[in-house]
């Protein structure tokens, strides 16, 4: 089992950076592909970007190829996505989620989520 804590949220200018967290507990995180979501109000969850339990393979929305980063650190038990050129259409909830299997973008797909890291981005 894995618990899932995001942080570093917060208003960032259109055009900034920022960089979100995901903190997991549990022993095997590294056997757990892991994956950012984002929802705005009344929208749905939408893929961002995801992560290989070795963290040797990413993937991304093709939205944010190129601007976002993911990364891990298994040692720490964590996850990080580097957002880079930030638009204000890019405000949302953002969620980390864990999958126990291969790399899946479907948000039914993943078996634990986080509470979510609210990102504004806006002048």
């Known amino acids: 089992q894995v618990q899932l804590v995001e942080s570093g949220g917060g208003l960032v200018q259109p055009g900034g950076s920022l960089r979100i967290s995901c903190t997991a507990s549990?022993?095997?995180?590294?056997?757990?592909?892991i994956s950012w979501f984002r929802q705005a109000p009344g929208k749905e969850r939408d893929f961002v970007a995801l992560i290989s339990g070795s963290g040797l393979n990413t993937f991304y929305a093709a939205s944010v190829k190129g601007r976002f980063t993911i990364s891990r650190e298994n040692a720490k038990n964590m996850v990080y996505l580097q957002m880079n050129s930030l638009h204000p259409e890019e405000t949302a909830t953002y969620y980390c989620?864990?999958?126990?299997?291969?790399?899946?973008?479907?948000?039914?797909?993943?078996?634990?989520w986080g509470q979510g890291t609210q990102v504004t981005v806006s002048s």
């Open positions: 989620a864990a999958r126990a299997s291969v790399r899946s973008t479907r948000p039914r797909d993943y078996d634990y």
């Open positions: 549990g022993r095997t995180f590294s056997t757990y592909t």
